[in-house]
């Protein structure tokens, strides 16, 4: 498991947290983030055991239905309790499978019910107005377009994007290889445009940003270091503001337009699948609601009987 991803607790019950992330990662490769919010969720609920003079180890049925209650109660997202449930879920399985326990609490408690959220995304003019922001007088206005360019062309994650290294990918045959989420290998077409911008970058600014450090990143700081999910977000909502797009933006929606517009133009669903490593096709599918909207906003502006 990713090291600043693990404890400093040496409680119990925090090591049985540990051993039960060590598990879960090698047997799921989940994301360093999803574990992230795992031992988060874990944590959580173990203050919140203490004060009833319980542990995780010891809780029941009734302790995890009243934790669940109050985060519902708080005004916690049914997605965010829905990811609780989850943990809580593994966690305990863990916990029975291991026989540290005799019998799981989390049987028979349901998951919480939750609409169909469909996420923020942008028009083809919004995406091209964005790529279009940054300052390409500048070295990081041409890493910021080379940035933005390579993450609308391919749909990566942002984690993706950040940690890209210069073996994942190939400029000549214009694709690049990403291990995602459970450690699943895919090849992504990079797209002309997005190669040009990358080569410039590379050729033109990527140097003068380095100061003479080596770092295998691809997108690299002022500072020579490779980025951050966090950096990046602040860059992608100032470019956002600069281009004059007011809608509420997420880390990933350039992921979704990416995902929203080869659909609109066609795209065989089960390739977009492949192309955004969703292991469901019932997760990729939530973008054919966006572009049915798109259609039906389309229609209703257009056609003389809309």
């Not at 969720?41 to 004060?51: E, M, P, T």
Request: hydrophobic share 35%; aromatic share 6%; glycine share 6%.
């Amino acid at each position: 498991m990713p090291e600043h991803v693990k404890s400093n607790h040496k409680s119990p019950c925090f090591a049985s947290i540990d051993q039960f992330l060590d598990r879960i990662w090698m047997e799921s490769g989940l994301s360093e983030n999803t574990l992230s919010s795992y031992r988060q969720d874990l944590a959580g609920f173990s203050v919140w055991l203490n004060k009833q003079k319980k542990s995780l180890e010891q809780a029941q049925r009734a302790d995890l239905l009243a934790y669940l209650a109050a985060q519902v109660a708080a005004g916690t997202k049914s997605s965010t309790t829905a990811r609780l449930l989850s943990c809580l879920r593994r966690y305990y399985g863990y916990l029975f499978q291991s026989g540290i326990r005799t019998e799981n609490p989390t049987q028979l408690i349901e998951s919480p019910k939750m609409g169909r959220v469909l996420p923020n995304t942008l028009s083809e003019i919004e995406v091209e107005k964005l790529l279009a922001a940054p300052d390409q007088s500048t070295a990081l206005g041409v890493r910021d377009r080379a940035m933005l360019e390579t993450l609308y062309a391919t749909g990566l994650r942002v984690s993706e994007l950040v940690n890209l290294s210069f073996n994942q990918i190939n400029r000549v045959q214009g694709w690049v290889r990403v291990m995602g989420k459970g450690r699943k290998e895919r090849l992504v077409p990079l797209g002309d445009e997005s190669i040009a911008h990358l080569e410039y970058y590379i050729k033109h600014s990527r140097d003068h940003l380095a100061k003479g450090k080596i770092s295998d990143c691809v997108f690299i700081t002022a500072r020579g270091s490779g980025m951050t999910r966090h950096a990046f977000w602040h860059m992608i909502k100032r470019h956002a503001v600069s281009a004059g797009i007011s809608k509420s933006l997420s880390p990933h929606t350039l992921r979704h337009a990416f995902a929203t517009h080869l659909l609109n133009n066609g795209a065989d669903l089960r390739v977009v699948q492949l192309l955004l490593g969703h292991s469901d096709l019932s997760t990729t599918q939530i973008y054919t609601h966006i572009a049915r909207e798109r259609l039906q906003q389309l229609h209703a502006e257009h056609h003389p009987r809309g």
